[in-house]
């Protein structure tokens, strides 16, 4: 258009939606990435109707069951089972298991479990609900809980206002991620590297950037 009114306005439409767009990937990359950590992946190509599977090889050793649902907190034993999965970490690749990634509900299982709580006493408490610091004690030293409730609402699921049954966690309920220290001697574990973008720097020239870049040009000429 003619009209820089007009024009100014269409651009800040196309920002909006590239703003959107760039969220959905970061979402899709957050979510690529977590099915990674469960041993699998599958990409679907919506345009030409394939799909890419891609296995990470995890022995079957580190996609533990449990024999026992911690959802039954009066039975389970959530303690024990963790530091077996430490042992088991330990034992195939020579560092203990210590950070403990779940979500809330996850986390409220091992809380209200009987066998935690018969380990407390009543001394300087108000109530008898075992703290963080409580179930810390009973596990191998410098182990970490991380409580993690982040999610994506997809299209098809809820009106996207943030009903209740809406958001679909990275990290499901019933499910706990166990890692090793985050840096293993200098190199951190599960590392994803952003690659090198070319960028418009100037009239009819580039410049290399790392990581993910978004433009939008209004008047190439202004460049």
């Known amino acids: 258009s003619s009209d820089d009114a007009v024009r100014k306005a269409a651009g800040v439409d196309l920002v909006t939606r590239g703003r959107i767009l760039a969220l959905r990937n970061e979402r899709l990359t957050e979510w690529m990435r977590w099915q990674a950590f469960q041993g699998a992946l599958t990409i ?24 026992t649902l911690w959802s039954d907190t009066t039975n389970a034993d959530p303690v024990a089972d963790m530091r077996s999965w430490a042992n088991t970490m330990a034992q195939n690749a020579g560092y203990y298991g210590v950070n403990f990634h779940m979500s809330s509900t996850t986390y409220d299982y091992i809380v209200r479990n009987a066998k935690v709580k018969d380990y407390l006493t009543a001394t300087n408490r108000t109530m008898l609900i075992p ?28 009106d996207g206002r943030g009903l209740p049954n ?19 001697e200098g190199v951190n574990i599960a590392e994803t590297l952003d690659g090198q973008v070319l960028i418009n720097d100037g009239y009819n020239s580039v410049a290399i950037m790392q990581g993910q870049q978004t433009e939008v040009i209004l008047d190439p000429m202004s460049k």
């Open 166 to 184: 809406s958001l679909t966690r990275f990290l499901p309920d019933g499910k706990v991620l166990m890692t090793t220290d985050y840096s293993i």
């Open 44 to 67: 679907n190509y919506d345009r030409n109707a394939t799909s890419l599977y891609i296995d990470y090889g995890f022995p079957s050793g580190h996609k533990p069951t449990v024999s």
């Open 131 to 158: 703290t963080q610091g409580d179930i810390l004690t009973l596990m191998r030293e410098g182990s970490k809980f991380t409580i993690y409730d982040n999610g994506f609402r997809p299209e098809s699921v809820g």
